[in-house]
């Protein structure tokens, strides 16, 4: 299967002065910029994407895009596919900006927000028309037109919209009202080092970060829940932000702790190693004990000595793992009645309370009823998906901009077809290099159209041209011929369906001929 490196779908334009976007040279993954994925690897060690193969397991029933590996990262999807598995409540959401037609690039997402949904999600999709305007330059009857096809097309290929969500940013006031909420916990130095944002970046711009942050939270207003959201990886910085923001609006942060004291996670693991090691049927260990310990058994760093000397402050106190509750947010009137709520026993300071006989799990558990309860959102850290990006079919990036780079989702039939014919192939110079050495199908785009699309949850089929094409028994030729015919068909059945998704679109409450005026940002 593909596993190699891969450039993004499309290019993002440069910014106004002709440069790249500003902070481009250090922001290696830029929702606006125009830099590529280079690594695919990087993105693993750099920015703590985790591997998606190593979850496949846990996944009841995994989409072929999982089980192929262009779904490739993610971040904390453990919560999301256990709530799958146990048949409890889970969101998918993802947004679009409406910035020219939906291609082929796009029904990745879509189809993974469908199977998201049909999987039991609550399933949101939105169109980023805010940004579109703000961060590039669209008018809002450009908006509108576009708008329309995306949804359309995601219709058509099976998002139910009567189970799920269909909004645009502009209209939805529930969206944003959390937005402007969120931006009471973003900084602008954040937004500078995340995105580079500098003084000459629009305040609609920022507004529509903030806007995001809300779209990836909104499935929780009605109640707090795991959230998924498939992307490619240009979006992770606006991932890595929302959920620091998600969790900065916490009431309460609930911790382990070993003393009245706070300790940092490596401290922690001190304490928790000397109160291991000393705790012995049911004899007190105090502080001063612990930290003798440590300074005899555990090799000298800064951590230890840190636990040490906190552990001497506190003296003669006992040592006693527990909860804590940290004030974060919380009110009064919700700190007293955590406090109230809290079985067993329980010790109140000024800025947290601990108890001892609850494990960490009915902790947060209490925690966000708690704050739910009194007026706070409770949110889970939204979880995210990376997809690969499509190589365009005349190598190199796929763009908007180069037509024949790319299949839109609106292309005729017998365009699409086409390019198809005349995209570039991993084939070999000669029928006969190519029979005697194999095709290089892990270079070739038209074998992704086949792993990405066209094969669609046929892995034998997937396979088969796989391995016919490195074993040189399938030449280009023939290859493309099946695969353009199989581009057209989808297309004919795919536009079928939009035209039949067209009442249903109708039906549904969102305005696709906003009477907006306006100026589109500059940015662009
Ligand atoms: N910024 C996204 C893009 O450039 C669009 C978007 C807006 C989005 N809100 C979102 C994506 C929420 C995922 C989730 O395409
Ligand atoms: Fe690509 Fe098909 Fe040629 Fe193989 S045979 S290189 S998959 S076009």
Redesign the pocket.
């Known amino acids: 299967m593909t596993r190699d490196i891969r450039p993004r779908d499309d290019d993002r334009p440069v910014a106004a002065d002709g440069g790249t976007a500003p902070g481009a040279d250090d922001v290696a993954l830029d929702?606006w910029g125009s830099s590529t994925v280079e690594d695919y690897r990087n993105l693993f060690a750099e920015f703590g994407i985790e591997e998606f193969d190593e979850l496949l397991e846990a996944v009841p029933d995994p989409h072929y895009l999982m089980r192929r590996g262009v779904i490739f990262g993610h971040r904390d999807y453990r919560p999301v596919a256990r709530a799958m598995r146990e048949g409890e409540d889970f969101a998918v959401?993802?947004?679009?900006?409406p910035t020219g037609d939906p291609h082929i690039g796009h029904k990745l997402v879509f189809d993974e927000i469908i199977w998201h949904q049909e999987q039991g999600a609550d399933a949101y999709s939105?169109i980023?028309d805010l940004?579109a305007h703000s961060a590039r330059g669209l008018s809002w009857d450009e908006i509108d037109e576009h708008a329309r096809d995306y949804l359309l097309s995601l219709v058509a290929l099976g998002f139910d919209p009567e189970d799920g969500e269909l909004y645009r940013?502009s209209t939805n006031r529930e969206v944003q009202d959390l937005a402007f909420e969120l931006g009471s916990k973003a900084r602008f130095a954040e937004l500078q080092a995340i995105y580079g944002f500098d003084g000459e970046t629009s305040v609609s711009h920022m507004q529509s970060v903030v806007?995001?942050m809300a779209?990836?939270l909104y499935p929780q207003l009605d109640e707090p829940k795991p959230t998924v959201?498939p992307?490619g990886p240009d979006?992770d910085p606006?991932m890595r932000l929302a959920r620091d923001v998600a969790t900065r609006m916490r009431y309460f942060k609930v911790t382990e702790a070993y003393a009245s004291f706070e300790a940092d996670d490596a401290e922690r693991e001190h304490l928790a190693a000397a109160y291991a090691a000393l705790d012995d049927d049911g004899e007190t260990v105090r502080c001063v004990d612990a930290a003798d310990w440590l300074e005899a058994e555990m090799a000298p760093d800064a951590d230890r000595d840190r636990a040490v000397e906190k552990l001497r402050a506190a003296g003669k106190e006992p040592l006693r793992p527990r909860v804590r509750f940290l004030d974060r947010n919380a009110t009064d009137e919700a700190f007293d009645a955590l406090v109230a709520a809290i079985d067993g026993e329980k010790r109140r300071y000024e800025e947290h309370a601990d108890a001892f006989e609850m494990d960490v799990e009915r902790a947060e558990e209490l925690a966000r009823e708690i704050e739910v309860d009194h007026g706070g959102f409770g949110f889970v850290p939204p979880s995210s998906l990376y997809h690969r990006f499509m190589t365009g079919l005349t190598g190199g990036k796929m763009s908007s901009s180069v037509p024949a780079s790319h299949i839109s989702l609106l292309d005729d039939p017998e365009d699409g077809y086409d390019k198809v014919k005349s995209a570039t192939t991993g084939g070999r110079e000669t029928a006969e290099l190519q029979r005697e050495l194999g095709g290089e199908a892990d270079e070739c785009p038209v074998y992704e159209l086949y792993a990405y699309l066209l094969s669609g949850d046929d892995d034998a089929f997937a396979r088969e041209v796989y391995e016919e094409c490195v074993g040189g028994e399938r030449l280009c030729g023939g290859c493309k011929e099946q695969a353009a015919e199989l581009m057209r068909e989808f297309l004919e059945d795919h536009q079928e369906k939009r035209e039949e998704a067209n009442e249903l679109l109708e039906s549904l409450d969102i305005d696709l001929d906003s009477e907006r005026r306006g100026v589109p940002g500059d940015e662009h």
Not at 93 to 97: A, E, I, K, N, V
């Open positions: 929702p959401l993802s947004g679009f900006m939105l980023a940004e940013q806007t995001q779209d990836i959201v992307v979006q606006h």
